[in-house]
């Protein structure tokens, strides 16, 4: 199946600083992407979808300017968290979207973990 | 908006037992439904995905089953075993949109 690979897995910042997250196809290439966040016990929430090429569209209540998002290849999206804060702990699920017998479907990533300290 | 719902929100079973996840939607024009499990700090496992066309699919000791009309799947595991403790979700695709909406979730605990 379609591999989505995440970097780093973990990461650890202090309160200000800004931090990079990388989400790549490894074998397939993805128009789209999507970037969710998933807080301790509960599911996961939709933050933004990512379109190579073009303005990513934020779901509401995301703010644009503390989550960009750049989808500048069609293997590569990256999601940078703005003057991190302790609120933004959380982990960061990646997806992109293929294909699989002619059906489209969403292949995830193994998550980032961010923790601002 | 589509609304998903997973129900119980916890389960225990002892191990070898069969047991039966629930997830209901609220909009039936879905394009496909994908069940996935995941471990305590760890990324999704795919599971299963059902396509509109289909009204279930298996793999393994797992059967999911999709009924539209109702707004409901099933997610189905026979033989329980301590690793299938996890937690379960549903995630659902609408016709016309590329977003998967996510389920509550179940969290499952399978008793040795």
């Known amino acids: 199946g379609a591999v989505v690979s995440q970097h780093p897995s973990w990461v650890i910042c202090k309160s200000g600083t800004s931090v990079k997250i990388e989400c790549r196809s490894l074998d397939f290439q993805a128009t789209t992407m999507f970037w969710y966040r998933q807080f301790p016990k509960q599911s996961l929430m939709l933050m933004a979808t990512s379109n190579e090429g073009s303005k990513a569209t934020y779901e509401q209540g995301v703010e644009k300017d503390k989550f960009l998002i750049n989808h500048a290849s069609l293997t590569l999206s990256t999601l940078t968290v703005t003057s991190a804060h302790p609120e933004d702990s959380s982990f960061y699920i990646c997806?992109?979207?293929?294909?699989?017998?002619?059906?489209?479907?969403?292949?995830f990533g193994p998550g980032t973990r961010l923790l601002v300290l | 908006k589509q609304e998903v719902t997973q129900i119980p929100a916890a389960l225990s079973v002892p191990e070898g037992e069969n047991l039966v996840l629930n997830c209901s939607f609220t909009d039936s024009a879905i394009y496909n439904l994908q069940w996935f499990r995941q471990d305590p700090g760890k990324g999704l496992t795919s599971l299963l995905l059902i396509q509109s066309s289909q009204r279930e699919q298996t793999s393994g000791r797992l059967n999911a089953s999709l009924d539209k009309s109702s707004g409901r799947s099933t997610l189905y595991i026979a033989a329980s075993q301590p690793g299938d403790s996890a937690t379960y979700l549903c995630?659902?695709?609408?016709?016309?949109?590329?977003?998967?909406?996510f389920g509550t979730g179940t969290r499952l605990t399978i008793i040795p």
């Open positions: 995630a659902v695709r609408v016709f016309g949109n590329e977003k998967l909406t």
């Open positions: 997806s992109a979207s293929g294909r699989e017998q002619g059906w489209e479907t969403q292949y």
